[in-house]
């Protein structure tokens, strides 16, 4: 009986010294960081930069000693603008890879469903998903704790574009053509919608398409006969082609406003002349003076082939500046509750368009942030031609 206590007891110590070694090991080994983008889906074309700036982010903090000299690990998973798909990547990275945390997408649609199994997993996700769902309930206005987004949200965005038509260019009657079924256009139109109402324009028509739609003609000819002087389109790409194209082929001669998914490549690829075309942009891409931004697009970006919209390439690297930074003030950058504690203390730090940003704990979305206005000038080129900053 001796014995078997004996060696029973050889067993236990010698099993808390493999745990205890092994997590030692683990409190020194790299950080595993993971990374869904839409890489093959409808908004693949802000995905791929998008990934690739997370990847050039990382190479550049691993390169500059890690996370208080650990390493970063980088996982990537696709979601292809798809829920289902990004649970399948959110699970894989989480359950099976063991990631401490992710860097999300600019899809709001994906990042939606993860808002209770961020908290379930403790998981802290830092993306440029812009629609306040996916930080904050929309029943409660509760904080999802583990959420948090790196630029100004949708509403903010709708509420720059709105105020610098109807202030700078004099615009008061507005049509609105949008995918309800799109959470980042939703967010969008609704926002812009009540803008204008509330400060003295008037809102002639809102239609609305799905993501099977391919014709868009019906309601581009309603929005020309209902006086509109200016369009607001706030979906992804794919569909802003097709909006302008239909609007222009329906006579539309008035201006066309947006978010920054109007941002080129668009300007080369609709069949129609473009002017009067007026977007939000988080960078001034033109001026080799403010940040980092022209070294990541026409630098790094262009030496890796990596195509438009060029701007995601800096959504990527802010966001990861944003997480990189609470890792190292953390105690264990590995603990995802201590790390999202110190993501809600976030400020100053700095982006890749010279801004630098605060969260505010009570939403995880930033503070004070303003959103450059650009549009095309007749060779195609975009053209910054005002800056808001109304919050």
Wanted: with cysteine; net charge negative; charged share 20%.
């Amino acid at each position: 009986m001796k014995k078997l206590l004996t060696c029973l007891l050889v067993l236990v110590l010698a099993f808390s010294l493999f745990a205890s070694g092994a997590e030692e090991k683990s409190n020194d080994g790299p950080i595993k960081i993971g990374s869904i983008m839409d890489l093959t889906g409808g908004a693949s074309n802000m995905g791929r930069p998008h990934s690739w700036g997370v990847e050039y982010a990382i190479k550049k903090v691993n390169e500059a000693g890690g996370i208080n000299g650990r390493q970063i690990e980088l996982y990537t998973q696709d979601c292809k603008n798809d829920i289902t798909e990004g649970l399948n990547a959110y699970h894989k990275l989480v359950d099976e890879i063991g990631v401490c945390a992710i860097i999300g997408p600019a899809l709001s649609n994906p990042a939606s469903a993860w808002v209770d199994l961020s908290a379930e997993d403790k998981i802290p996700i830092v993306g440029h998903f812009m629609d306040e769902v996916c930080t904050t309930n929309p029943d409660t206005g509760a904080v999802y704790p583990y959420m948090f987004l790196a630029e100004p949200s949708c509403s903010v965005q709708s509420y720059d574009m709105a105020a610098y038509a109807l202030a700078e260019l004099g615009l008061k009657k507005y049509a609105v053509l949008y995918n309800p079924s799109n959470a980042f256009a939703k967010a969008h139109a609704e926002p812009f919608i009540a803008y204008v109402k509330e400060n003295g324009g008037e809102v002639t028509a809102v239609e609305t398409m799905g993501w099977a739609d391919r014709d868009y003609s019906a309601q581009a000819i309603k929005i020309t006969n209902s006086g509109a002087e200016a369009v607001f389109l706030c979906d992804y790409l794919a569909q802003n082609l097709i909006s302008y194209d239909a609007l222009r082929d329906a006579g539309f001669k008035g201006a066309i406003l947006g978010a920054n998914t109007l941002a080129p490549p668009l300007a080369d690829q609709v069949k129609n002349d473009v002017y009067d075309v007026y977007f939000l942009q988080n960078y001034d891409m033109l001026n080799p003076n403010v940040g980092i931004i022209n070294e990541l697009v026409f630098s790094e970006m262009a030496a890796t082939g990596t195509e438009s919209p060029q701007c995601n390439v800096g959504f990527a690297w802010d966001a990861v500046q944003v997480l990189v930074e609470a890792m190292k003030k953390a105690k264990d950058p590995t603990d995802g509750e201590e790390v999202a504690k110190l993501l809600e203390q976030t400020t100053g730090v700095l982006l890749s368009s010279g801004d630098t940003i605060s969260i505010d704990p009570a939403t995880h979305r930033p503070n004070n942030m303003g959103m450059y206005i650009a549009t095309y000038d007749e060779n195609h080129n975009m053209v910054i031609c005002g800056r808001e900053d109304i919050y």
